[in-house]
């Protein structure tokens, strides 16, 4: 007895392979399967690189956040003084840091004096709130130390003040220049309060990358921010860096006893964690709705097979006369179809790969073509549009799209294989 072929055998792939590259005068439906093929192409570039982009961004938002921030933001509870007056400050802020810098993961605590104020240089104004920081404590912060570009000499910060890039092109300030720093809360007369106005060189300039930083940011020694704020002997706030941010929530109650009583903590989470959300809704929805783009590509599979099925109506009758079963038949208008799907689904990884590692000089030609002014970092926070691929998104876009093909190509190679014989030859 002569042994069945193996499914999915050779000449089963030369079948297919005949029906896709058919000419139309020759039954073929070759213009549906380009369709075809250039939909579902488009439609996994699209997902990927949608998928890269909204990665690139919440990587790139994240980071200037970690790298730019404290992970927490260690304080005291308001408290009413033996005068009457209410305060929060920390007065033993050096112990209290020691003993936060016991607690496993934390990598540093410093202490901070924080203000706002008014920076003034020549006729120009700006609103900047100033970070009262040791040096060592400065140069442990990775988006100012190491940011995306620098002026001046960060050795030197114990000399003057370093400013960020948004800061000095408000006013029009450089490296060497001294900005005057106007603060309302001045020295206290028998006339009121009078202003209190210190001059200081600039240092060193920074762009962390975040728009709102570089705009409104100025780090001032530590020593001189207590006097200028009047905080002699006091810290505002205690900031904690630790190695793993993502576990922040989970260090919240060593942190507390380590702080002692009235110890509150603000985290970059609760800082920022709104936002986040709302991205993870947003990469949600797009995921949704790309994910429909691709099956609308792949429908465009069903159309062609159709077509190709009603055309191959002799050809299947012939098959079937000369001993082909059902399951040899499907097998062949499958693989037409899951051959188109997945050559489309490879040309789309490709371009989508693509389109996320050349972003940059694509972007500037899109801008450039638009005459400038396609990002807005004062809306968007950062200063342009990132791509980050991800495995697991490139992996995700393959098995959706290549799912997708080879679910919709059954119906189609089902309705191939039932097809009556005779039905199918009677009016040849």
């Not at 037409?336 to 371009?351: E, F, M, N």
């Not at 995700?396 to 799912?403: C, D, N, P």
Request: overall charge negative; some cysteine; charged content about 20%.
């Amino acid at each position: 007895m002569a042994q069945s072929p193996p499914p999915f055998a050779a000449y089963e792939w030369m079948i297919a392979w005949r029906y896709l590259r058919a000419r139309r005068a020759e039954g073929g439906v070759s213009v549906m399967t380009w369709i075809s093929l250039v939909g579902i192409t488009l439609a996994v570039f699209a997902l990927i690189a949608t998928l890269a982009v909204r990665s690139g961004f919440r990587a790139e938002f994240v980071d200037t956040i970690l790298g730019a921030n404290a992970h927490v933001t260690v304080y005291r509870s308001v408290v009413v003084t033996e005068t009457g007056q209410v305060a929060r400050v920390i007065d033993d802020y050096t112990e209290m840091a020691e003993r936060l810098r016991t607690v496993p993961g934390v990598t540093r605590a410093a202490p901070l004096i924080k203000g706002q104020v008014m920076a003034s240089y020549g006729d120009r104004n700006a609103g900047i709130e100033v970070f009262g920081i040791s040096a060592e404590d400065l140069a442990a912060v990775p988006r100012i130390a190491n940011p995306e570009q620098k002026t001046g000499d960060l050795s030197r910060f114990d000399e003057g003040i370093a400013i960020g890039w948004g800061v000095a092109q408000q006013l029009g300030a450089a490296v060497g220049d001294r900005i005057k720093l106007i603060s309302p809360n001045g020295v206290k007369t028998a006339f009121g309060t009078s202003p209190r106005v210190n001059a200081y060189e600039v240092v060193y300039i920074f762009q962390a990358g975040r728009y709102d930083i570089d705009r409104t940011r100025v780090y001032m020694p530590f020593a001189e921010a207590q006097s200028y704020f009047d905080r002699e002997g006091v810290a505002d706030e205690l900031e904690v860096m630790v190695a793993d941010p993502d576990k922040v929530d989970d260090m919240s109650t060593d942190l507390l006893r380590a702080g002692g009583e009235r110890t509150l903590l603000w985290t970059w989470r609760d800082a920022s964690g709104s936002f986040l959300r709302a991205l993870e809704v947003e990469d949600n929805v797009m995921f949704v709705i790309l994910s429909i783009l691709v099956l609308i590509a792949a429908m465009n599979i069903i159309s062609g097979l159709i077509m190709l099925v009603k055309n191959k109506g002799r050809d299947i009758g012939i098959l079937r006369t000369m001993g082909l079963t059902e399951g040899s038949v499907m097998r062949v208008f499958f693989i037409c179809g899951a051959s188109v799907g997945t050559v489309g689904t490879i040309a789309g990884v490709i371009l989508g790969c693509l389109f996320a590692i050349y972003i940059d000089p694509i972007f500037s030609f899109v801008n450039y073509v638009a005459g400038g002014g396609v990002w807005d970092p004062a809306i968007r926070g950062i200063y342009a549009l990132p791509a980050k691929l991800e495995l697991g998104d490139v992996v995700s876009a393959i098995l959706l799209s290549l799912g997708l093909s080879f679910i919709v190509t059954i119906f189609p190679a089902r309705r191939a294989a039932r097809m009556n014989p005779v039905e199918a030859l009677r009016y040849e």
